[in-house]
């Protein structure tokens, strides 16, 4: 059980299957993401009379894999880094019925950040959902079954056997109603908080929308209406995350005339960059794994030649390796 290990992002392998190597490439290739894992078949260490043998594969397995060079969000705690103090903060907002907002550049690991927090609720027993804005099946949609888009989402993420109403019956008239209703079936259902977050906020936020009624007419303000009304009389069901670059959502004071139903609503803040104490650990913690050492003065400079953004910060020690 991996719980009860110190160090949780290497393992050895010993297995009875000669052809461990290949199946465990194929695995590798298909999750970047995976602990480190140096394998050996029983055959080859009972018979092999190599004494370079052991060396060799630490070699192949261990060193020569870059650690460096992730391109996707992180989904798993092995290669995260200087960011949990964040995630935490904003689980005990959850916890503390109050909504959040986190925004930041580019590559500067806010989907990673969304991933943990989801991490820890899962781990304290409660659930969310992901709903990622750029997706066209969403920002294409109207607001009404846009809010149909996120119950169907949480309950089919979670896998929860419960009746909720049908994306027919979520018309402009009955959507606020019914998504009222099945967000508390499936908060008895799920006996837990729900956090609703919402990924790449632009794409649905008013005036930069690529969709047009999102863009231009009321879309937003209908579903921003919809939620914190229903937040408001259900607090200890649900809240939600708003995530993007972009905080123009709660900065407009008026939508098309109207008060902005999340104007100074929501607290938020910026993914601030790394300092040097978080670049040390990212790269003295990767670079130790793969058999690569810094001086210290190196991870200052890394933290003042690339802003202490995390990414670029691989990238250059990626291509160090």
Known sequence: NSDFRIEKSITILLSKDDNVIERLRDILKKDQEYQVIV?????????????????????DFFYSRDLFSFQNPLKKDFYFFGRKDLIHNIVNRHNSNENSGLFGLRKTGKTSIVYGVQRVLKNSGQISVYIDCQNPSFHMSRWNNALWFVINALKTENNLTCKIHSDSEYTKEKASLFFAKDIITINKKAKGKILIIFDEIEHITYGVSPSPHWRNDNDFLFFWQSLRSIYQSNQDIFSYLIVGTNPKCVELPSINGTDNPIFN?????????????????????LGGIMGLKFDDIIYGKLTEDFGGHPFLIRLVCSQIH
């Open 265 to 285: 609503q929501i607290a938020y803040q910026y993914i601030p960059a790394f300092d040097l104490t978080q670049t040390k650990e990212m790269v003295s913690k």
């Open 39 to 59: 394998p050996f078949s029983y055959t080859e260490i009972l018979k092999n009379d190599d004494s370079f043998f052991i060396r060799n594969r630490f070699k």
